[in-house]
């Protein structure tokens, strides 16, 4: 089972970025995708992007598409999120996810907090 810790949340202001970074222990299969969530109390969760391991061919959400950029370091065994231009409505907890299917997982880490005040 592979292990994901997530990295890289905190408080920032509106316009603000941040990167988020997402360390997998353990063997990530080729037929795997990673993806990002985010979970607000009281909402569903939302997927804000995935990455196909063997390719690097990637996915948005509609609320993020051409702000945030994700990308993976095999090597590393790390996938990261950058977000530019931080809204209030991007706060949440932002968790990896590793699954094979987008906006789906199987296995997930606890999550790093984002928080973008006006």
């Known amino acids: 089972q592979v292990q994901l810790a997530e990295f890289g949340g905190g408080l920032v202001q509106a316009g603000d970025s941040l990167r988020l970074s997402c360390v997998a222990t353990?063997?990530?299969?080729?037929?795997?995708?990673m993806g990002w969530f985010r979970q607000v109390p009281g909402n569903e969760r939302e997927f804000v992007a995935g990455?196909?391991?063997?390719?690097?061919?990637?996915y948005y959400g509609n609320s993020v598409k051409g702000r945030f950029t994700i990308s993976k370091d095999r090597g590393a065994n790390t996938v990261y999120l950058q977000m530019n231009s931080l809204q209030p409505d991007d706060t949440g907890l932002y968790f990896c996810?590793?699954?094979?299917?987008?906006?789906?997982?199987?296995?997930r880490g606890q999550g790093t907090q984002v928080t973008v005040s006006s």
């Open positions: 990455i196909r391991w063997p390719d690097d061919r990637t």
């Open positions: 996810g590793r699954g094979t299917n987008i906006g789906e997982y199987i296995n």
């Open positions: 353990g063997r990530i299969y080729s037929s795997s995708i």
